[in-house]
């Protein structure tokens, strides 16, 4: 079973807590518009970034 | 490195990987980039091996962004969780035999003031708590009491991680591990406090749930170290594999470690003060 994540970036403020918890670098990254954007395919879905998300915008699935 | 010798030539740009290429265009090279940036530059070249939730890739990750001048730098590893990391990241990099990092990196260091009289060149130590505190404790240790202007960065996971779950020094006493099925019997090592009586001009103890404190004592530990003295500083890097508990608890796990036992530490010598005061913008 592969789990990844995925940003809702409704709710996402783009505070960037999630990419300094995350241990794999250019998972997340910031993008242009304030927001985090998500590469799936090197997620290794530990979910570091769900418990440390102030906002509830990323989910594991 | 220089802008010149990572830029490929015309003729050999189609050969490359695609990887190689981000990295020069959206490397952390030539620009000055900090713990604050991370997410918006490219940092490693592929993927790194470390299992989900690791605390070591996540320390490796916060140091890598932290360093003040990343094409002038040099990284000494040994073998260990923490060179899984190392060896992919986008930096000079010299693996050693276990536990000879700092008698490498002192060698490493003097080379490269002969070689590069009119530049600045860090040498920054980056290994786990086994080659520190246990296998290369007596190299560390001489190269503290020598005085090589180089800086230690111990990543801290309280157990051998890659070779299966042994005890290592810096376990905590009791501590129940794969390989230690009774608990281990004797004390966590104080190599924090070895530090500051063994001529370190600085040491600091920090945890990765702290990430800003990570980059200033990591940078503070650089500057210090290119005209003072050595220099140490100690992350708490928490193993979910190892130590048994789910991935994402690595964070909680570390800022408990904060509270109880691995609270925020700095020692610095009166003159590592004075220069920092001077110096430091």
Known sequence: MYVKVRVDEKKCVGCKLCIFACPDPNVLTYTENKKVSADENRCKGCGLCVSSCPKGALIIS | ??????????????????????????????????????????????????????????????????????????IVGTPGCSFFGLSQTALNYSTTAFGNQNAVASGLKRMLKIRYPERTKDVVVVVGDGGIADIGLDLTLHSWFRGEKISTIMVDNEVYGNTGGQESGMSRQGKVLNMAPNGKLFPKLPIFDMAKISGCVYAARVTVASPAKVGMTVRKAIFLAREVGPTYVQIYTPCPTNLKFPPNQTLNIAKEAEKDYYSYEELMTPEAKDYLENNLK
């Open chain 2, 1 to 74: 490195m220089s802008n010149r010798i990572i830029t490929p030539v015309a003729e050999f740009e189609d050969l490359l990987p695609d990887d190689y290429k981000d990295l020069i265009n959206n490397g952390p090279f030539f620009e000055k980039k900090s713990i604050e940036d991370l997410g918006s530059f490219k940092e490693i070249i592929d993927d790194h091996p470390h299992c989900a939730g690791c605390g070591v890739a996540l320390g490796i990750r916060l140091v890598a962004a932290a360093l003040p001048s990343p094409e002038d730098t040099l």
